[in-house]
């Protein structure tokens, strides 16, 4: 059983940047792609980018015009996602998932983390 904790969420000014980590336990880091998801309210999860296993394949969402970076340790079991020029509009709960691979949906991980806010300020 993987447990998958996110932290680095909080309130930004709109443009701001922030980095958001998933620190997992519980089983083997490498063996799992990750990916991050966000929900805003009263939506569906959306699909933000995604890491292999190793690390050498990334996807992100047409959406961010190359203003988010994912990248992962596995010897530190982390993944993380840097996020810049960020809007209003990308205010969520952003979560992590751990699964065979870098699905778009969130159903289709085997693993997911609570979530953490956050909030982009005009």
């Known amino acids: 059983q993987v447990q998958l904790v996110e932290s680095g969420g909080g309130l930004v000014q709109a443009g701001g940047s922030l980095t958001l980590s998933c620190e997992a336990s519980?089983?083997?880091?490498?063996?799992?792609?990750m990916s991050w998801f966000r929900q805003a309210p009263g939506k569906e999860h959306e699909f933000v980018s995604g890491?292999?296993?190793?690390?050498?394949?990334?996807r992100y969402a047409d959406s961010l015009q190359g203003r988010f970076t994912i990248s992962r340790d596995n010897a530190k079991n982390t993944v993380y996602l840097r996020m810049n020029s960020l809007a209003p509009e990308e205010s969520s709960v952003y979560s992590c998932?751990?699964?065979?691979?870098?699905?778009?949906?969130?159903?289709?991980?085997?693993?997911w983390g609570q979530g953490t806010q956050v909030t982009v300020s005009s």
């Open positions: 519980g089983g083997t880091f490498s063996a799992y792609a």
């Open positions: 998932a751990a699964g065979g691979g870098l699905y778009d949906n969130y159903a289709s991980y085997d693993y």
């Open positions: 890491i292999s296993r190793g690390g050498y394949n990334t």
